[in-house]
């Protein structure tokens, strides 16, 4: 298989894997899979997201990409452990401590696409529009979630995240589907 499906398959994964895994197999969808597998599929499908940045970095390297790429490793490094301790349901403290660290490390990760999308401008490999929207709609997301406090997040989160979300797992399959079509 070419690499550039892999790739965009990678971004389809990335764009779509947590939502499925979330929404259809998760305790709010069908209920298949408890709150601690949740989190553990959602996490496999969401490690796919560096992998493809990494890849069409080889493609086009900038420094832009090369710096949003770590950003968003180090981030989701952060998101993924905050998730991990929520869902053990340990009680007590553990839960104040996955709350404490989960939104400072997915603001990092949404930092990062945001730095990436922009360096994707400075390449050729998407149109102008695509990279554009991907940094826009990644720093939104990073703004939020940053300037938010817990107590904003708890209150509101709920009704603005999802939303923002969405939008950005959508540019994420269309990254894929440009990748995909990508001539070479």
Same mark, same amino acid.
């Given at each position: ?23 259809? +197999? ?20 969401? +490690? ?14 900038? *420094? ?8 968003? =490793? ?19 403290? /553990? ?8 939104? *400072? ?8 696409? /945001? ?9 050729? +490999?998407f149109p102008?529009?695509l990279p ?16 938010? *406090? ?15 979300? =969405? ?11 440009? *990748? ?5």
């Open positions: 298989m070419p690499d550039k499906i892999v790739n965009g398959i990678l971004f389809i994964i990335a764009g779509l894997g947590s939502i499925a895994v979330y929404l259809a +197999l998760g305790p709010e969808g069908t209920g298949l899979l408890d709150a601690g597998h949740t989190e553990k599929f959602a996490a496999y499908a969401l +490690l796919t997201l560096p992998i493809a940045f990494m890849m069409t970095n080889n493609v086009a390297r900038n *420094t832009y990409s090369a710096a949003g790429l770590l950003i968003i =490793v180090v981030g989701l490094t952060i998101g993924l452990v905050s998730d991990a301790i929520n869902s053990t349901e340990l009680g007590g403290d /553990s839960d104040i401590f996955g709350e404490a660290i989960a939104w *400072t490390g997915w603001s990092i990760m949404y930092l990062g696409i /945001s730095i990436t999308g922009i360096g994707y401008l400075r390449t050729n +490999l102008k529009w554009g929207l991907l940094a826009v709609a990644s720093f939104v997301m990073f703004a939020f979630l940053a300037f938010s *406090t817990t107590e904003m997040l708890a209150n509101n989160g709920g009704d603005i995240v999802p939303p923002i979300w =969405v939008i950005n797992s959508l540019i994420l399959v269309i990254l894929g589907i440009f *990748t995909m079509r990508r001539k070479e």
